[in-house]
């Protein structure tokens, strides 16, 4: 059974800096890896997904996340942030099964 | 296009009541699922339904049942309810196994 870790509970950062939300999984079989965006009191939207090809895959709102198979991660990082960009992020895996799996969440307070 | 809807939104049950979360998909998905949310613990999977006429338990499924009423209905039953089933319930849809699911915007039930 698949399982995920999100390294990080809170991240702070300022606004026009970097960020990079870590993300770990454990498999012994092919996954596909999804991370989405959840913003307060609404459902979980889709940022981006790697299912197979590029390791390197861009999403919406100008993040990107790199697949890394012998380190097991799926880290998401956004080069600039902005103050929009304050919300909980969930890392997911999903393996042959129809059941996807979800990390703890990191929340992302960005401030000015 | 409405995608996935939850209803209710909020609700407010006593201890040992029992009420019916309602869900339906309007994007012709064969999976949906059935999801809580709780600080802290991400979101874990109660029960899901690979195709219209089979389900199967997730991760947390005591104290829940489901109906997959046809293809795009999936209800989520709680027949006595406890205070530890206090949470955000999230229903969500996905077209197969191996892909992203889409999210409703959930309902936030308190068992006092």
């Known amino acids: 059974a698949q399982s995920v870790t999100q390294l990080d509970s809170q991240v702070p950062v300022f606004e026009e800096a970097p960020v990079e939300l870590r993300c770990n999984y454990s498999?012994?079989?092919?996954?596909?890896l999804f991370w989405y965006v959840q913003y307060p009191n609404q459902g979980l939207q889709l940022l981006l997904k790697?299912?197979?090809?590029?390791?390197l895959v861009k999403g919406i709102n100008g993040f990107e996340a790199e697949f890394n198979k012998s380190q097991t991660s799926f880290h998401l990082r956004k080069p600039s942030v902005h103050i929009s960009d304050t919300a909980e992020y969930f890392c997911a895996v999903s393996e042959w099964d129809y059941k996807l799996s979800f990390g703890a969440g990191t929340t992302v307070t960005v401030r000015a | 296009n409405a995608g996935v809807t939850q209803t209710p939104k909020f609700q407010v049950l006593k201890t040992g009541q029992s009420m019916t979360l309602q869900c339906a998909q309007d994007m012709n998905h064969n999976s949906m699922y059935w999801y809580r949310q709780d600080p802290g613990m991400g979101l874990r999977l109660i029960y899901y339904s690979a195709s219209e006429g089979t389900t199967d338990k997730g991760e947390v499924p005591n104290g829940y049942n489901v109906s997959r009423l046809n293809k795009r209905e999936f209800s989520l039953r709680l027949e006595s309810a406890a205070p530890s089933q206090t949470s955000v319930y999230f229903c969500?849809?996905?077209?197969?196994?191996?892909?992203?699911?889409?999210f409703g915007q959930g309902t936030r039930l308190t068992v006092v």
């Open positions: 790697y299912l197979s090809g590029s390791t």
């Open positions: 498999s012994s079989v092919s996954v596909y």
């Open positions: 969500a849809s996905s077209p197969g196994s191996r892909t992203e699911a889409f």
